[in-house]
C-alpha cells in the first residue's frame, strides 16, 4: 500500500500547456519533497515545503503544501519540451529518519 | 547539496553471480540510502547503510542478499548476491544529513541487466 498517493500516473500535453500533479497522503509529514528524474539519471531534488499551506515558486513551477501537512501539488505553466521526465513526491517524517515515495508521475511535453 | 557517483554506471550479469556497486559522496554526510527502481517507476528503499555498523533493511530486503558496507562518511557499497533475473533493475545510492527536513540526493543510478 503507497502512503503517498499520487496522480495521475502518466500525463500527456503539448507544449504551452499547463498540467498540475497531486501527491496525497492520510499521514502527516515533517516536510515534503519534489524530484524530478530523466531517463538514465538519479532523481534530482526540485523544492522542499515545510510548512502547511506554504506556497513555493521555481520559475514556471509552483509547489503548494496542504494545511494540513498530508498533501501537496505541484503545477506547472506554460510547459516546455524539457519538463519531460518522471515527477516525484517524497515526505519525510523525523520518526526512521527516511523519506516515502509516491509512485510517480510521467510526464510528456510534446512539442 | 552533496554530490553522488555511483560504480558502475551499467552492468550485464549472469545468473548466479554477484555485482559490488561503490557510491561516493563529494562530501561527508550522515545519512546514505540504497534504492532500487524499475525504469520508470518509483523508488524502492532497501537499506540505510549506517556508518561502522550494519544496514538497517527494509522489509523483504535481507543482509545474505544485499550485503552494505560503510567504512566512513563518503562511501558505501551495495551487493547483490546470487542474483537472479529478478534483481534485473536501476540501483541508486542517495545521501544526506540526520533529521529534518529530510532531504537526500541521489547518484546516477546503477542499470543492472541479469541474464
Known amino acids: 500500500t503507497q502512503l503517498l498517493e499520487q496522480s495521475p500516473q502518466f500525463l500527456s500535453i503539448q507544449e504551452g500547456e499547463n498540467l498540475t500533479v497531486y501527491c496525497n497522503s492520510s499521514?502527516?509529514?515533517?516536510?515534503l519533497q519534489w524530484y524530478r528524474q530523466e531517463p538514465g539519471e538519479g532523481p534530482v531534488l526540485l523544492v522542499t515545503?515545510?510548512?502547511?499551506?506554504e506556497v513555493k515558486k521555481l520559475k514556471r513551477l509552483t509547489f503548494q503544501f496542504g494545511d494540513a501537512r498530508k498533501d501537496s501539488s505541484l503545477h506547472i505553466t506554460a510547459a516546455q519540451t524539457g519538463d519531460t521526465g518522471l515527477y516525484l513526491c517524497?515526505?519525510?517524517?523525523?520518526?526512521?529518519?527516511?523519506?516515502?515515495f509516491g509512485g510517480g508521475t510521467r510526464v510528456l511535453v510534446k512539442p | 547539496s552533496a554530490v553522488i557517483s555511483q560504480k558502475p554506471s551499467r552492468d550485464i550479469c549472469q545468473r548466479g553471480t554477484s555485482l559490488t556497486i561503490q557510491c561516493q559522496v563529494d562530501?561527508?554526510?550522515?545519512?546514505m540510502f540504497w534504492y532500487r527502481q524499475q525504469p520508470g517507476q518509483s523508488l524502492t528503499l532497501i537499506a540505510t547503510?549506517?556508518?561502522?555498523?550494519?544496514?538497517?533493511?527494509e522489509s523483504g530486503f535481507v543482509i545474505d542478499k544485499f550485503p552494505i558496507s560503510r567504512p566512513n562518511l563518503t562511501f558505501s557499497t551495495l551487493t547483490v548476491s546470487n542474483m537472479s533475473p529478478e534483481d534485473s533493475s536501476i540501483y541508486l545510492c542517495?545521501?544526506?544529513?540526520?533529521?529534518?527536513?529530510?532531504?537526500?540526493?541521489f547518484g546516477p543510478g546503477t542499470r543492472l541487466t541479469v541474464t
Open positions: 499521514s502527516v509529514f515533517s516536510s
Open positions: 515545503v515545510v510548512t502547511g499551506g
Open positions: 547503510a549506517n556508518q561502522g555498523s550494519e544496514a538497517t533493511y
Open positions: 542517495s545521501a544526506g544529513n540526520r533529521g529534518y527536513p529530510g532531504e537526500q540526493y
Open positions: 517524497a515526505g519525510y517524517k523525523a520518526a526512521g529518519n527516511k523519506l516515502t
Open positions: 562530501s561527508q554526510v550522515t545519512m
